[in-house]
């Protein structure tokens, strides 16, 4: 987690350097303006367990509702708030416990708190260069299940919380009337620990299994689409470092 909170910090820095670069050129917008929408996020993300280097996916669908403000020309802050649920795709073997399990298909779900900072610092002709810093925690829930023995009774409970943060760095395309495009490098950043605990009789033992992200540099492309007189809507996906297709529409106050 130290290391999520250091690149959080480092994102948070680039973002005022290019605010303070950005407010050599303009001054600051004489109202705020708001917009509010919904979006919702599959993703698959490659991990790796940190102590015994195994390697598996987390599955995740996220929905959420987002408020944006606009700080000025050049920086946006959003405010993200909503449900996820999340399983390993592989089965997670549990040896060390006083019955060792395998974990399989067991789904969590978790309340998702989230911001990001996006900026448009640069433009020419139809084309603009665009930014977007974002971290969201994953707020664990308790996961109940009872473990079938012979002679005794036994539960396992399973709580899976993580970080989540990228950086993403696009080009957009202006040209066409009603949609833009955009194609671009993006680091995402994912760190989680995963508790198992078991009680069996009188014997309760807690496990802690920590796993990060296994490849943090990938790419996306999306298209942003604008209607009616304050709609937009997106539709991006990524890839390489992982794979995730996610969409959303935002309204303009």
Same mark, same amino acid.
Request: glycine share 8%.
């Given at each position: 987690m130290d290391a999520m909170k250091?690149?959080?910090?480092?994102?948070?820095l680039v973002f005022l350097i290019i605010q303070l670069f950005s407010a050599e050129l303009s001054d600051l917008s004489p109202g705020v303006d708001f917009s509010g929408g919904f979006r919702a996020v599959y993703s698959d993300t490659g991990i790796i367990f940190t102590e015994s280097d195994e390697k598996n996916s987390l599955i995740a669908m996220i929905t959420a509702l987002e408020v944006d403000v606009e700080i000025s020309d050049y920086l946006i802050v959003g405010i993200i708030a909503g449900y996820n649920w999340n399983h390993f795709l592989n089965s997670l073997p549990v040896i060390s416990l006083p019955l060792s399990l395998e974990i399989n298909g067991i789904t969590s779900n978790s309340m998702i708190f989230g911001i990001n900072l996006k900026s448009e610092f #640069?433009?020419?002709?139809?084309?603009?260069?665009f930014a977007k810093a974002e971290f969201i925690?994953?707020?664990? =829930?308790s996961q109940e299940s009872e473990i079938p023995l012979s002679i005794v009774t036994g539960t396992s409970v399973t709580k899976?919380?993580?970080?989540?943060g990228g950086l993403d760095l696009v080009l957009k395309?202006?040209? #066409?009337r009603d949609f833009d495009l955009y194609l671009g490098p993006q680091l995402n950043l994912l760190d989680g620990n995963f =508790?198992?605990?078991?009680?069996?009789?009188?014997i309760s033992e807690e496990v802690e299994l920590k796993y990060r992200q296994k490849n943090i540099l990938g790419a996306l492309g999306g298209m942003?689409?604008?209607?009616g007189l304050n709609w937009e809507a997106y539709l991006e996906i990524s890839f390489f470092s992982r794979f995730s297709i996610g969409a959303g529409i935002f309204y303009a106050f």
């Amino acid at each position: 987690m130290d290391a999520m909170k250091k690149i959080f910090f480092l994102i948070i820095l680039v973002f005022l350097i290019i605010q303070l670069f950005s407010a050599e050129l303009s001054d600051l917008s004489p109202g705020v303006d708001f917009s509010g929408g919904f979006r919702a996020v599959y993703s698959d993300t490659g991990i790796i367990f940190t102590e015994s280097d195994e390697k598996n996916s987390l599955i995740a669908m996220i929905t959420a509702l987002e408020v944006d403000v606009e700080i000025s020309d050049y920086l946006i802050v959003g405010i993200i708030a909503g449900y996820n649920w999340n399983h390993f795709l592989n089965s997670l073997p549990v040896i060390s416990l006083p019955l060792s399990l395998e974990i399989n298909g067991i789904t969590s779900n978790s309340m998702i708190f989230g911001i990001n900072l996006k900026s448009e610092f #640069f433009s020419s002709g139809d084309f603009s260069l665009f930014a977007k810093a974002e971290f969201i925690y994953f707020k664990r =829930f308790s996961q109940e299940s009872e473990i079938p023995l012979s002679i005794v009774t036994g539960t396992s409970v399973t709580k899976n919380s993580f970080y989540q943060g990228g950086l993403d760095l696009v080009l957009k395309y202006h040209g #066409f009337r009603d949609f833009d495009l955009y194609l671009g490098p993006q680091l995402n950043l994912l760190d989680g620990n995963f =508790f198992v605990s078991e009680t069996i009789e009188d014997i309760s033992e807690e496990v802690e299994l920590k796993y990060r992200q296994k490849n943090i540099l990938g790419a996306l492309g999306g298209m942003a689409i604008e209607f009616g007189l304050n709609w937009e809507a997106y539709l991006e996906i990524s890839f390489f470092s992982r794979f995730s297709i996610g969409a959303g529409i935002f309204y303009a106050f």
